[in-house]
């Protein structure tokens, strides 16, 4: 009995021995268990957390691109807008400005958090403030049709280091953000790893919590518990599982699509910059063909004035001498009408339109196509447009009707028949010239092209890619548009739309050939002031003036206009009845030297000479004053000088 007691008692200290086991082993798995639990919990946290960086650092590289590709197309459109004064590039540009202000503001928001990227990114904005000002001043200037205002100042923002600046101010911030990106994902790696570890420890811990479970209690109890450990265990895994297969799907979803995005921005800002070469390229264009034409004019000015001049001279009038002299006038009015048309194609001079009946027009010209193609080509005129008239410059039109005609003689090697037919649309408002021929025709990518100047499929030496630029420019200046349609291997047509003209508009009146200026009479002589920056041409524009009875005095510096004024005066020589001034000059042009002067003498005459076609579309620079263009003759520059006169008042002179 002794020794039941004692093994009772024994047994009774097992029990005692396993109860607080038990206890103490639970406390310690329990606490265990917390601390996982919490491991596995801040794991978790920290791997969505950096998914959250992962997704804010895409975020911030796609806004600054977008910020780019935005600024790209604004200032392409503002390029389209100076140059073709289109309202519509003008809205364009607009819209793109405004994106690219939106997508600024996104940035700085996703940035606010990171003083590094904050800093480069207001940066950013006072660069863009800067540079929206100046692109703001061109686009005002071509709203208000100020062409080369608007082209020089866009030129201006161009050549200016605001946009080399933000470029790389946008290009530091994709780099620094590439770099926090590139940290974020090693952290998200090993945010994932820890996650991966603290649920191996806590299967680990459950897989031994169970075995000590299954020693500690009953046979029944341990199976049971055993099973729902595995059935927890797998549920456990089944739920990760399945997040970790939906975070890795969404993730994947959302670089598809940024990377889907940063491709589209790229064609979008590729496209972007094509279209600002194509309007830099024609503003080159017509920029040098203006240049050109203005030095030509200047030294035609000489030849012409001096040629007359010496016409006038000659005592006896020598026939054989008056024939030379002829000639050369003669030559160098053609090289005149020669620099007219190459300003044609620069777009600077304007047209000289008149009432022309278009079939009597190509059925006249008809003759001079036919010898133009050759023998070897039929002409047909088609003309079904009797009576109807057009406002445009007979000579443009047929210099495009030849330029089309040698296209196609082109295009058909020499055989094959030539179509010409003009129609009327039915309501009285267009007139189509068709040009029809039965060539090689031309691919779409030729199509594509085929307005662009100095662009030819024709070998080296037989052609300069400028006559259906000049089709394209006639067309244009003379209200209608020109519409081509070609097929390989059959022909090609070309139609030129022109508006039908019902009514005569007022065309200024030119001075005829048989006009001769007469020298002024006493009474009606006038003091003129003639300023000039080139000496050759205010020379003889000065013996011009005074060949026509008045009084001429040559200033060749237009900031010397004022003080020659004041000094005439101090000396009691009186003041002047007109200034006769050049618009282009180095230093001062000729609409501010008047501004200057208009200043103190608000009654001054003025008479604008220019021998550069771009000056005439300034019309507000010009003002009400007369513009006289280069090379003129003294019979011009007499009518000229006579309607100047006319608009001063009676006895008005300068500074008198």
Known sequence: MFERDIDIENDSRRERIRFWSTIVLGAILTGVVGALVVLLSRANDNYDRSLGWQTQ???????????????????????????????????????????????????QRNVRDNPKQMALVKQLTREMDSRGAQLGDAALSANYNQTVAAISKFYAAGKGEGLGRIDKI??????????????????????????NQAILLFSLLGATAAVIAIGATFSLIRAEGERRLARNEQLLESDRAM??????E???????????????????????????????????????????AHDFNNMLAVVVGGLELAQRWLPGKPEKAQRHLANALDGANRAADLTRRL???????PARPEMTMVDECIASFGELIERTIGDRIALTLDLQAAGLACWVDRQQFENALLNLAVNA??????????????????????????????????????????????????PAGQGTGLGMSQVFAFCRQSGGEVQISSTEGEGTSVAMLLPISTARPAAAVEPSAGDVARPAAPADALNILVVEDDARVLAATVDAVSELGHVAVACGNPLEAESLVEGRLAKGQGGFDLVLSDVLMPELTGPEMVAQLKQRWPELSVLFVTGYAG??????????????????????????????????????????
């Open 57 to 107: 650092s895409m975020e911030v590289i796609s806004q600054t691109r977008s910020v780019d590709a935005a600024i790209a197309r604004a200032e392409a459109a503002l390029g389209r807008f100076a140059v073709g004064l289109q309202k519509e590039d003008g809205r364009i540009y607009e819209y793109q400005w405004a994106r690219a202000r939106q997508f600024l503001g996104q940035l």
């Open 170 to 195: 946008l290009s530091e911030i994709i780099a620094n953000e590439r770099a926090l990106l590139r940290e974020r994902n090693r952290l998200t790696a090993a945010d994932r790893a820890s996650l």
């Open 243 to 248: 997040q970790l297969a939906a975070a890795v």
């Open 250 to 292: 969404e993730r994947t979803a959302e670089l598809a699509h940024a990377n889907h995005a940063l491709r589209s921005e790229m064609i979008e800002r590729e496209a972007a910059e094509a279209q600002l070469r194509q309007a830099q390229k024609m503003e080159a264009v017509g920029q040098l063909t203006g240049g050109i």
């Open 343 to 349: 300003l044609t194609f620069a777009r600077s001079e």
């Open 409 to 458: 003689r082109d295009a058909m090697n020499g055989h094959g028949s030539l179509t010409i037919r003009t129609i009327d649309d039915g309501e009285d408002k267009a007139l189509a010239v068709q040009v029809i021929d039965t060539g090689c025709g031309m691919s779409p990518e030729v199509l594509e092209r085929v307005f662009d100047p100095f662009y030819t499929t024709k």
């Open 615 to 656: 000056d005439a579309s300034e019309d507000a620079a010009f003002g009400d004053h007369d513009v006289l263009r280069k090379p003129f003759t003294l019979t011009a520059l007499d009518q000229a000088i006579r309607r100047s006169g006319e608009h001063r008042p009676d006895g008005q002179r300068l500074a008198s």
